[in-house]
């Protein structure tokens, strides 16, 4: 089934000046971009986003590192993009990341780990509404789908 997933480059991504390189794993993976855009986080915005983190004693510098410099907000697309994307990038802690994934090329930290991805189907829905308005969101067919995917994948 063809599937929505929100990818943050987070701001040491930014500072790193890696946004391309990684940016170009999910493109060679086969996922179709649907939204794409620069911004800077505000403390609003990740109360809300992080909301489940909020009693967590770390919370503060989650937030202070997201709001460091601007981020690159995403939204990619494909069958079952939401496992891909959390393939590609591998365990949250970027140390115990294998070699080969985003984050274990890329990373050392468990906060600074280069990219935020959605976990589930409903935090997917819920994270590209809240980054994303819908006209910023484009539905259409990619040259290469055909190549991407046999007839009975999607």
């Not at 946004?19 to 609003?44: H, P, V």
């Not at 989650?62 to 069958?79: L, N, R, T």
């Not at 294998?98 to 409903?122: E, F, K, L, V, W």
């Not at 509404?129 to 484009?138: G, H, W």
Request: with cysteine; charged share 25%.
């Amino acid at each position: 089934m063809l599937e929505k997933t929100l990818v943050i480059f987070k701001p040491c991504t930014v500072q790193r000046a890696m946004i391309g390189e990684i940016f170009q794993r999910f493109e060679r993976k086969g996922l179709r971009l649907a939204g794409l855009k620069m911004m800077q986080l505000t403390e609003d915005l990740l109360n809300e986003h992080y909301a489940h983190l909020s009693t967590k004693p770390f919370f503060k510098r989650v937030k202070d590192s997201m709001m460091m410099s601007p981020v690159v907000v995403c939204c990619f697309e494909g069958v079952d993009a939401i496992a891909v994307v959390r393939s590609l990038a591998g365990p949250t802690n970027g140390r115990l990341a294998a070699p080969g994934t985003i984050r274990g090329d890329y990373c050392m930290s468990y906060q600074d780990n280069i990219i935020h991805a959605s976990d589930s189907p409903h935090a997917a829905v819920e994270e590209i509404s809240r980054f994303f308005k819908p006209e910023e969101i484009f539905a259409y067919r990619q040259a290469t789908f055909d190549y991407l995917y046999a007839n009975d994948e999607f």
